[in-house]
């Protein structure tokens, strides 16, 4: 049973455009909520995370968006570049046994 | 320079035989992790770690086994018991606070 559901999984946006990422959990005990940004043949970097206390993170071009009540937490790109283009996952954690669970995976692709 | 290793980047193998992945850390977390990564999909837990001489099964351990003999330690041994063992494999490891930190990865292909 998939506990965190990604969308999309593709998305091409022109470059200076925004990109939008969506996860929804099921799970209320999760208490972090990180994004991992993947390039071909690299290991996952973290990116950016929120904790639900905070409704809204921003660090440089990334924001993280949480909507507690929904069950519900989104990745957008500002001005997105051609250097933005890669995988990104989403990832929830149960702070018993200190395990995330990923999302699918969306690849983005930024058009010059 | 603080980090996570895994060596080596690529590895082959011929069917039938088992081979270890080695991932080392400097970074003094207690808790590590193996996933494996298909192409163009997510990643599966395979092992958790979250102290040394302790370890639990993720959603896809068969076929795989690890010791965590050393805090810095967590090596994968992928058998001869994987049905379909070539991938991508993904070491970590985490703050007790959930920040996990990725490897670079280990390719392995098994012909």
């Known amino acids: 049973q998939q506990q965190v559901k990604q969308s999309p999984q593709s998305l091409i946006v022109q470059k200076g455009g925004i990109s939008i990422i969506n996860c929804a959990y099921e799970?209320?005990?999760?208490?972090?909520f990180p994004w991992y940004q993947q390039f071909p043949g690299k290991g996952p970097a973290l990116l950016i995370a929120?904790?639900?206390?905070?409704s809204e993170k921003k660090e440089g071009r990334f924001t993280i968006s949480f909507n507690k009540s929904a069950k519900q937490f989104s990745l957008h790109i500002m001005d997105s570049q051609p250097g933005d283009s890669a995988t990104y996952f989403c990832?929830?954690?149960?702070?018993?046994?200190?395990?995330?669970?990923f999302g699918g995976g969306t690849r983005v692709l930024v058009k010059p | 320079d603080g980090g996570i290793t895994q060596s080596p980047k690529y590895l082959f193998r011929k069917e039938g035989q088992n081979v270890t992945l080695s991932c080392e850390q400097n970074?003094?977390?207690?808790?590590m992790y193996w996933y494996r990564q298909d192409p163009g999909q997510g990643l599966r837990l395979i092992y958790y770690?979250?102290?040394?001489?302790?370890?639990q099964k993720g959603d896809i351990a068969e076929g795989y086994s690890v010791s965590r003999e050393k805090k810095e330690s967590f090596p994968l041994t992928v058998t001869s018991a994987q049905k379909n063992p070539t991938a991508f494999y993904l070491c970590?490891?985490?703050?007790?606070?959930?920040?996990?930190?990725f490897g670079p990865g280990t390719r392995l292909t098994v012909t």
């Open positions: 770690s979250q102290i040394v001489n302790d370890f």
């Open positions: 929120i904790r639900p206390d905070v």
């Open positions: 990832a929830a954690r149960r702070a018993a046994g200190n395990k995330l669970t």
């Open positions: 799970n209320t005990a999760f208490d972090y």
């Open positions: 970590a490891s985490s703050t007790r606070t959930g920040e996990q930190y």
């Open positions: 970074l003094n977390h207690d808790a």
